[in-house]
């Protein structure tokens, strides 16, 4: 830790206000995410807990407002900030698990393809190619059409995007890494493939992994929050932020703001500060902007 | 090989080819040699000679479009072109370790000293941590690191470039291997450096009675080394002998220029000489000999028919239709 306060990762981190913005973003949501349940007052999923005569409800400064509801309530009587934390959760979730799996996924055939070029390499590269040819939502939605919806589904049709961005930079880091004395030495020591891939390629391909992976949990919440927003997302029980702009959105025009623009607004700034302090990273982690 | 010497390496007739797309490049055509017990040998040419493809050849770590296409690599009797990947993998590092080039590509970025040299000695011996670890400074400490117990805890950016070399020789030693192949070990070394490797290399190769292939295209530093020297253009083995014989009289044109292209330290010099013209391209070489456009005692015999090799008395021979016979003042 002493270490750590003294090092220049953390001398340019405090100097950059872009970085604390951003992670200060992060940390609330990281916050609310792990003890939201004990953070807010209702459980907005419990439909006993729900008082339908608080229905629609405006936000406690306006008019009619109740303390009770600080952001206002939605149509079934819940509390909209409880609401945005449950559903912060469910995106957080599923924007970080889905980079994990598109990271593993990703890395994987990078390095396969990296490693052992041929037609391996050719193979998972022409698919990536491919697969870049169509804008990521269009592939997420015609998965999501085929496959049903559901989280898990999301999980899938979001990973099936977003590995390709961690192949081709693992593949072309790997490229660049094995043409280095210290990987021929690993071979002439007699190490297998396995050992040589995972020991001595892998540690020295992953730092731009960092700044990928971070930005794309941003990427992902939005993918995710525009699935559910067309209604091939989440399932109504477990609502993202994205389906509650869409439900919301349904009484807009009715002068109920409220209930679509705090979860709107709350993606923004989740996403938002992750990708100011993905920049920082970036910004850190290239060795040729040093 | 000199006399009464077992012999540890016997290559023979071995060709490796390269199938690119602009043509089959021949990186190395027929070469034959073989390395005694104890004994170092000095593979000497110019870049794109085909002397690191031999050396890969020999470890069998040929990558495509790279093919060993015919030969024998006999090593301490057996073939090794007829072993299994896996049993090569049990030699390489073990009986046969290599040193390379750059000490700054050598070694893993991200792993200390420590866990790079451990990791030979727990793929090729049964030691437990502890042993290893004793086993490691000593190993650094004969390499002539000081505090090595300290420094095996250091990561690669922390040592200069000779002493990385030393680590990767300690690397290359600690297992005991029977022969080393030492590609270019002091070309990205300062020259003040350079000799104390080559003699730290010399050391540790003669102390444990293994043996050496020295892959350079410093006639000076093979001359400082070697016991046998093999010269190599075009993939082929242009002439090879004994040191201290061929150095002296060498008999092909091409060692000739090669040895006049050295700076001397004592007596007058004119200038240095130089061998006009470069390698020519190995996808579309030369009818006859490959050596005639560079060489001035070319003739018409050259153009036409390739010279075979020719024996020159004990050990000693060269490919040329004219090999000389003057003796170089020394």
Not at chain 1, 224 to 240: C, D, N
Not at chain 1, 260 to 280: T, W
Not at chain 2, 268 to 294: A, H, M, S, Y
Request: hydrophobic share 45%; glycine share 10%.
């Amino acid at each position: 830790m002493q270490g750590f306060l003294k090092s220049e990762f953390f001398f340019n981190y405090r100097r950059s206000a872009s970085a604390i913005i951003g992670s200060a973003l992060m940390l609330v949501f990281a916050v609310y995410v792990a003890f939201g349940p004990w953070l807010v007052a209702q459980n907005p999923h419990d439909i006993a807990s729900l008082e339908l005569l608080d229905s629609f409800k405006p936000p406690a400064w306006l008019e009619g407002g109740d303390p009770r509801y600080l952001l206002g309530t939605d149509g079934q009587g819940r509390d909209m900030l409880a609401s945005i934390v449950y559903g912060a959760r469910i995106s957080v979730m599923i924007g970080v698990t889905a980079m994990l799996c598109s990271c593993l996924i990703g890395t994987l055939l990078g390095l396969l393809a990296g490693f052992y070029r041929g037609v391996i390499d050719s193979f998972i590269m022409r698919v990536a190619d491919i697969q870049l040819s169509f804008p990521s939502i269009l592939i997420a939605l015609f998965l999501m059409s085929a496959v049903g919806t559901g989280i898990d589904k999301v999980l899938i049709a979001l990973t099936a995007v977003g590995w390709v961005v961690y192949a081709r930079t693992v593949r072309g880091s790997t490229l660049s890494e094995i043409e280095k004395e210290y990987v021929q030495a690993a071979r002439v020591a007699g190490l297998p493939d396995r050992k040589i891939i995972l020991k001595h390629v892998l540690p020295n391909v992953l730092t731009p992994l960092i700044v990928i992976a971070t930005i794309q949990v941003g990427t992902f919440v939005l993918i995710e929050a525009s699935l559910s927003f067309l209604g091939v997302g989440v399932p109504i029980t477990q609502p993202s932020l994205g389906l509650l702009v869409k439900n919301g959105f349904d009484v807009l025009f009715s002068g109920l703001w409220w209930t679509s623009a705090f979860p709107g607004l709350a993606i923004m700034m989740l996403v938002f500060g992750i990708n100011l302090f993905g920049d920082f990273l970036r910004d850190e982690l290239n060795p040729r902007l040093k | 090989m000199s006399a009464g010497k077992q012999s540890l390496l016997e290559v023979r007739d071995l060709k490796t080819r390269f199938y690119t797309f602009a043509g089959v490049v021949n990186a190395v055509d027929g070469v034959s040699f073989t390395v005694g017990r104890g004994e170092i040998l000095g593979l000497v040419g110019e870049s794109g000679g085909g002397k690191s493809v031999i050396g890969f050849s020999i470890l069998g770590l040929i990558d495509p479009p790279g093919k060993v296409d015919d030969g024998e690599i006999l090593f301490d009797g057996t073939d090794l072109r007829r072993k299994s990947e896996k049993e090569l993998q049990k030699i390489r590092g073990k009986d046969i370790a290599m040193v390379f080039q750059d000490p700054m590509t050598s070694l893993n970025p991200l792993q200390t000293v420590g866990e790079q040299i451990d990791e030979m000695l727990r793929l090729h011996s049964d030691l437990d941590a502890r042993a290893r670890r004793a086993r490691c400074i000593e190993m650094l400490t004969d390499v002539g690191i000081s505090e090595a117990d300290k420094r095996l805890n250091n990561y690669p950016h922390q040592f200069s470039g000779g002493m990385r070399q030393r680590v990767v020789i300690a690397i290359a030693m600690i297992a005991g291997p029977l022969l080393i192949i030492a590609d270019e070990p002091t070309t990205a070394l300062d020259v003040t450096i350079q000799s104390q490797i080559l003699k730290l290399m010399r050391r540790q190769v003669r102390e444990r009675d293994a043996s050496m292939i020295l892959i350079t295209h410093d006639l000076a530093v093979v001359s400082q080394m070697a016991d046998e020297i093999v010269v190599l253009y075009c993939g082929k083995i242009v002439e090879k002998g004994p040191k201290q014989d061929l150095i002296s009289k060498p008999a092909h044109p091409y060692t000739q220029g090669l040895l006049g292209s050295i700076p001397k330290l004592h007596g007058r010099q004119e200038r240095l000489t130089q061998i006009p013209g470069t390698v020519p391209d190995v996808r579309n070489l030369p009818k006859g000999c490959n050596f005639r456009e560079r060489c001035p005692f070319a003739q018409a015999r050259c153009a036409e028919e390739e010279p075979e090799q020719i024996s020159l008395g004990a050990d000693r021979s060269v490919a040329c239709h004219f090999p000389l016979e003057q003796e170089l003042e020394p």
